[in-house]
Every structure is written in C-alpha cells, then in structure tokens.
T-cell receptor, first 111, second 109 residues
Framework: GAGVSQSPSNKVTEKGKDVELRCDPISGHTALYWYRQSLGQGLEFLIYFQGNSAPDKSGLPSDRFSAERTGGSVSTLTIQRTQQEDSAVYLC?????????FGPGTRLTVT | ELKVEQNPLFLSMQEGKNYTIYCNYS?????LYWYRQDPGKSLESLFV?????AVKQEGRLMASLDTKARLSTLHITAAVHDLSATYFCAGCLNNDMRFGAGTRLTVKP
C-alpha cells in the first residue's frame, strides 16, 4: 500500500518568508510525528499527534513553528519568518502501534 | 530529559566480520528503536524493542535491550557491503523521541 508521503520534496525560500510543509500519513495510522534532521543538530523530535488529542509540542524549537493535523489525517508544519538555521530535512512519520514509518522528507533551504 | 548516546560514531569493517553498535540512554525509556538511513534517503525502521531482555533478529542484524543497564545493542554478523549505511538508535519517553547521533557503517570487501 501507499506509504507516508511528503510535499514538497524540496523547498528553497528566502529568509523571512513563511513555509508550509505537508505530510500525508499511511491511511488508518493514528499517530503522526514531525522530525528535523540537520548537520549540526542531528535528528530532533518536533511534534507528535495522537488521534484527536491535543498535540505534544514539546519539541518545537521556537514559536515560529506550528503544526496542525486536520481530520486526524493530513498534517501541515508551518514555519514563519524562516531563518537560515531552519535549513534542514523535515521528516514525517506515522504509526498505528509502536513502529514508525517515515516519509521521504522535505529538504528546506533558507537563503 | 532522555539522552541517547551511540558508539562508535564511525565504523569501518571488512566483509564477513562481526561487530556491535552500542546505544546507551540516560533515563527510563518506554521503548527503543533502531533505524537505518542510506545517503540521501529517509529512515527505515529496523527494530522496536519494548521490554527488558527483548531480542529481535532480521537477517544479519540482531538487536537487544537491557533496561536495567539502559543499553541496547545492534549486532552485525558476517557483514556484507549492502549493510553500509548510517544506523540510529532512538529512545522514547511519553512519545518524545530522542535519537542518538548515528553510527556510519562502511563495510569493505
């Protein structure tokens, strides 16, 4: 079946602009995670959604980052007023039990 | 705060040899994950270890978990070139995932 998909695959944006990254989880998966992978920081947990519960936002690095999940399915990660340090690969994963299935990621470059 | 440390960070080994990657974590972890990442690719789930003494094997890879020692190991048996990749372990506490820095494995003929 279809795996986790993310769009866009690549995004180049100017410093100060807002960006939206999209994640389509595997159908039926109730949990959804966002991560960031960068050379300097490694793999970082950003946010976790479980069903219709309030998300765990404890990993978001600043208030410029926000995420929502509509209808318990598609999720959007929004970064406002992007900074160069936001350049990274943003990975999404979905899960039904404990095993997480990762999407291909969105490579964000802030110039 | 859960912290995860892997070692070694870099590992070069010859085909046919055995080796172990270690993953230590600082506090209680609900479960322990192992992932593989090929260059330019996303993460592929290898193992999820849920309880003390758990052992899982897939092909030439075997993972184990010792919750008392706060240690997980990924053992590679008779390495082959196709195993060259970066391997990450991750602990999870209350759904907050913390990753190790990764072990870059290179298997040479």
């Amino acid at each position: 079946g279809a795996g986790v998909s993310q769009s866009p695959s690549n995004k180049v944006t100017e410093k100060g602009k807002d960006v939206e990254l999209r994640c389509d989880p595997i159908s039926g998966h109730t949990a959804l995670y966002w991560y960031r992978q960068s050379l300097g920081q490694g793999l970082e947990f950003l946010i976790y959604f479980q069903g219709n519960s309030a998300p765990d936002k404890s990993g978001l690095p600043s208030d410029r980052f926000s995420a929502e999940r509509t209808g318990g399915s598609v999720s959007t990660l929004t970064i406002q007023r992007t900074q160069q340090e936001d350049s990274a690969v943003y990975l999404c994963a979905s899960s039904l039990d404990f095993e997480q299935y990762f999407g291909p990621g969105t490579r964000l470059t802030v110039t | 705060e859960l912290k995860v440390e892997q070692n070694p960070l870099f590992l070069s080994m010859q085909e046919g040899k055995n080796y172990t990657i270690y993953c230590n974590y600082s506090t209680t972890s609900d479960r322990l994950y192992w992932y593989r990442q090929d260059p330019g690719k996303s993460l592929e789930s290898l193992f999820v270890l849920l309880s003390n003494g758990a052992v899982k094997q897939e092909g030439r890879l075997m993972a184990s978990l010792d919750t008392k020692a706060r240690l997980s190991t990924l053992h590679i048996t008779a390495a082959v070139h196709d195993l060259s990749a970066t391997y990450f372990c991750a602990g999870c506490l209350n759904n907050d995932m913390r990753f190790g820095a990764g072990t870059r494995l290179t298997v040479k003929p």
